[in-house]
């Protein structure tokens, strides 16, 4: 028997073929497929399972299949890459039908579902805050569901950002109330959502994460003010109890994140810490530590893996069809139990309601 495992990944020149090499669970090989979401074609059935189609790679990877087309069904997935992106790059209906075919995943596909969008993800953490207080210093946050109520700021400098986007992208800071209305009317040519934090004056930004059961800090600078554009300077930073505390916590969110990143700000002027957001599946990697953390991924993948396919499977009772009879018959052979009492005639139906159906409609 042979384990098939998809691999989504963005980033064309990193090698899982390679990485998961040889790997067995319980004895059986995995096969691995890579692929980007932009290759991917998928139909997933309720009975079969998903079927992926993958074309063939723009860069294919040597010694790899990627220069053909392939068709899996996978038994498993590793998801390495953001599902929404620029450019119209929207891939919500291929998670969709990962989901609908209740594939196992690292992260899990509910997790990843429910990090698509920032306020989501925000709640989260301010759920964490309230518990924790200043243990888990979050940045104060305003959020409009769109530009008419962009009306109420925090205190100027704010940043506002707009919809979904990471990576500095749909970012930006206004001094005053002038430049906020200028925002905010570009803001009515989109059906996006915004939300608005205070400036810090940073002088370095944190970021914490956490692969399994591994941990790393480091400390990012940077002379723009969106710490994640241009060139930055990484230094390696000691893990504290307060970062693993932060990682900790957001890696209880929507069920578990086993991959999972948390950005700060730190405030010179006060040596005051601001969380600003988590980042799951998809968080970029240091260059010098990208073969550590990628063998600390496949040791997650080996165990996530092994844990789900030793775990034991329900199995689903055929369903009387014959009604209520068969139902009674079926419940008298398997237990000693009398068969009930013939209830009342039933009543004469009226014919003024003779031949309509009644309907029922649960709303989950």
């Known amino acids: 028997m042979v384990k098939h495992l998809l691999i989504i990944e963005t980033t064309p020149t990193v090698n899982w073929y390679r990485i998961l090499a040889g790997m067995h669970i319980l004895g059986e090989e995995v096969h691995v497929e890579q692929a980007q979401y932009s290759e991917i074609s998928v139909t997933a059935y309720s009975d079969m399972g998903c079927v992926c189609v993958l074309a ?105 950002k707009v919809g979904h986007a990471h990576a500095g992208y749909g970012k930006i800071k206004l001094h005053d109330h002038h430049q906020f209305e200028d925002f905010r009317s570009v803001c009515a040519l989109s059906p996006a959502y915004v939300s608005a934090e205070p400036f810090i004056d940073w002088d370095y930004d944190i ?10 800090a480091f400390h990012r600078r940077n002379p723009n003010w969106k710490g994640n554009v241009g060139s930055s300077i990484i230094e390696d930073a000691p893990m504290t109890p307060e970062y693993q505390l932060w990682v900790d916590e957001a890696a209880t969110y929507f069920g578990g994140l086993d991959i999972c990143a948390v950005d700060a700000l730190h405030r010179k002027s006060d040596d005051k810490c601001f969380i600003l957001e988590v980042n799951d599946t998809a968080i970029g990697l240091v260059h010098k530590y990208e073969p550590e953390d990628y063998q600390h991924m496949r040791e997650l993948i080996e165990t996530r893996m092994t844990a789900y396919f030793s775990a034991p499977r329900q199995q689903v009772p055929p369903q009387p069809t014959a009604g209520p009879a068969t139902a009674v ?29 009644k309907l029922a409609c649960s709303i989950a």
């Not at 970021?207 to 790393?216: L, P, S, T």
């Open 56 to 160: 063939p790679a723009r860069q294919p990877l040597e010694g790899t299949p990627q220069n053909t087309e392939r068709t899996i069904n996978p038994d498993f997935l590793f998801v390495r890459s953001v599902t929404r992106a620029l450019e119209g790059q929207d891939s919500r209906n291929i998670l969709y039908a990962f989901m609908f075919s209740g594939l196992p995943s690292v992260n899990s596909l509910e997790s990843i579902y429910c990090c698509l969008e920032r306020p989501i993800v925000y709640g989260e953490l301010l759920k964490s805050h309230k518990k924790l207080g200043d243990r888990f210093p979050l940045i104060p946050q305003t959020l409009y569901p769109n530009f008419r109520s962009m009306i109420i700021t925090p205190e100027y400098p704010l940043v506002a």
């Open 207 to 216: 970021r914490v994460q956490k692969i399994g059961n591994h941990y790393r």
């Open 329 to 357: 018959a079926a419940a008298q052979n398997t237990a000693d139990v009398p068969a009930p009492p013939p209830g009342p005639a039933p009543a004469a139906a009226d014919p003024a309601t003779a031949g309509r159906k």
